[in-house]
Every structure is written in structure tokens, then in C-alpha cells.
């Protein structure tokens, strides 16, 4: 059985950090594009951030210079570093897992096969 797990939201001043992760299981990690998504109350979920297997990686505009993506397929583990937080980052996280071609991209949401529960940000002003 498929598990991703998001851990690491909260409530952050705005201009403050946060360090999001992913943990897999039940599948080989190191196969998979992993990516971000978030969803803010009342707005379409939105990709962050998306890393392929072979570590190439697209970021949305809004997280250019901010976020870093990461992945640890040792550990089978994803992460998503968020700095200086803004309170339109205000948003529930899910990570996501892709079982596309081989280093494949995607960006689409119905690209991803495997979701986590999702993890709360809530930035402060």
C-alpha cells in the first residue's frame, strides 16, 4: 500500500521559514516524480514545485527564490524548504507522487498518481 505523508506545518510569523516533508512508502521512491501542491481556502489547488527522479526541477513563479525542493530517495523522502513566508502562502501542502516515464516532469495534477493528506501552513501578518 501507497503512503505519503506530509509533516512540518504551522503557523509561521510572515518572513519566517518552514521545512515541509514527505515520507513514502510502499513504493520505490527513486521511480517517481514527486511534487508540491496547495490548495488556499477558496482557490484551486496550485503546483509549488515538482522534482523528477533524476532531480531535474520546475518551481511556479510564486516560489521562485523562496522555495527549494528536494528529495532523498535514499530515505524515501521529499522536502520542501519555504523562506520568507508570506501570508498568501497560506495554504493546506499535499506531495504528490508521479509514476510517468522515465525523469518525466509533470506539472499537472492528474499527472500525479499518489497524494498525501496534506499538511496546514497558516502565515501570519
Known amino acids: 500500500q501507497v503512503q505519503l505523508v506530509e509533516s512540518g506545518g504551522g503557523l509561521v510569523q510572515a518572513g519566517g521559514s518552514l521545512r515541509l516533508a514527505c515520507a513514502a512508502s510502499?513504493?520505490?521512491?527513486?521511480?517517481?516524480?514527486m511534487a508540491w501542491f496547495r490548495q488556499a481556502p477558496g482557490k484551486e489547488d496550485e503546483l509549488v514545485a515538482a522534482?523528477?527522479?533524476?532531480?531535474?526541477?520546475y518551481y511556479a513563479e510564486f516560489a521562485k527564490g523562496r522555495f527549494t525542493i528536494s528529495r532523498d530517495n535514499a530515505k524515501n523522502t521529499g522536502s520542501l524548504q519555504m523562506n520568507s513566508l508570506k501570508p498568501d502562502d497560506t495554504a493546506v501542502y499535499s506531495c504528490?507522487?508521479?509514476?510517468?516515464?522515465?525523469?518525466?516532469?509533470?506539472?499537472?495534477?492528474?499527472?500525479?498518481?499518489?497524494w498525501g493528506p496534506g499538511t496546514q501552513v497558516t502565515v501570519s501578518s
Open positions: 504528490a507522487a508521479s509514476r510517468g516515464p522515465p525523469d518525466s516532469l509533470p506539472i499537472r495534477r492528474g499527472e500525479y498518481d499518489y
Open positions: 522534482i523528477s527522479s533524476g532531480a531535474v526541477i
Open positions: 510502499g513504493l520505490t521512491f527513486s521511480r517517481y516524480a
